[in-house]
């Protein structure tokens, strides 16, 4: 059973920076595409970004887009959320996703991926 779970959230001034982890435990396949999501109070999850395990990717979601970078150490079994610029509109739950195999169709939500982990909060003030 894989089993994630997220470090590194916080409250910081619109501007600042934030360093996401997902740490990952349990990995039975090769391969696996591992991805953050953000769901703010009230609102659906977004994609945020999306990386392979075997060097594939790295994909984004707009929200990512210019102020967030995805990376990871295989060695640690570990991706980073990399955001930048943080605006107010960041702030969400912050969720670490995976599923074994591929990126592809990622970006249709973290429900449709086999595993969750519990999630981060980020709050970034105006």
């Known amino acids: 059973q894989v089993q994630l779970v997220e470090f590194g959230g916080g409250s910081v001034q619109a501007g600042g920076s934030l360093r996401l982890s997902c740490v990952a435990s349990?990995?039975?396949?090769?391969?696996?595409?591992v991805a953050w999501f953000r769901q703010g109070s009230g609102n659906e999850s977004e994609a945020v970004a999306a990386?392979?395990?075997?060097?594939?990717?790295?994909f984004y979601g707009e929200p990512a887009k210019g102020r967030f970078t995805i990376s990871q150490d295989n060695a640690k079994n570990t991706v980073f959320l990399q955001m930048n610029f943080l605006k107010p509109e960041d702030t969400a739950m912050y969720y670490c996703?995976?599923?074994?195999?591929?990126?592809?169709?990622?970006?249709?939500?973290?429900?449709?991926?086999?595993?969750r982990g519990k999630g981060t909060q980020v709050t970034i003030s105006a």
């Open positions: 996703a995976a599923e074994g195999g591929s990126c592809a169709g990622w970006e249709h939500g973290m429900d449709l991926m086999d595993y």
């Open positions: 349990g990995y039975t396949y090769t391969r696996y595409c």
């Open positions: 990386i392979n395990t075997d060097g594939g990717g790295p």
